[in-house]
């Protein structure tokens, strides 16, 4: 009897069910996707065709729809707890700590400025 009341205790747990419905909403955004997918590439075939190259900022969209179908094929195949778009944190432990060693670089070098300046002035 108290294997069955543990399993009914997992099963409702509402944490599962509301990955549940990010996974059907997903998937359904995959499918979407998908559709525009075929009409860029369409698109960049005839920029292709018409001006043998293709056109840049087609080609940066579609790096953001890859991008997508990974995160969210990462998601919906449990590779990840990790939403994808636009529930995913894009800033990185590495970009945050980087910019901050920018800030600090940028406000020693203003201080040297500063410093040299006010000795110029004297």
Sequence with gaps: MNK???DKDEIL???KWVRFIFMVL???AINFALT???GLAFIQFLF????SKPNSSISSFNDNIIEFFNDSLGFLLFNTEQKPFPFKNDISDEEVIEAE????EQAKSDETSDETSEESKS
Aim: glycine share 0%; net charge negative.
């Design 26 to 28: 997903y998937a359904f």
């Design 36 to 38: 525009i997918c075929i």
């Design 4 to 6: 069955i009341e543990i």
């Design 101 to 104: 060693v920018d800030e600090v």
């Design 13 to 15: 747990k509402s944490s």
């Design 48 to 51: 292709v065709l018409f001006t």
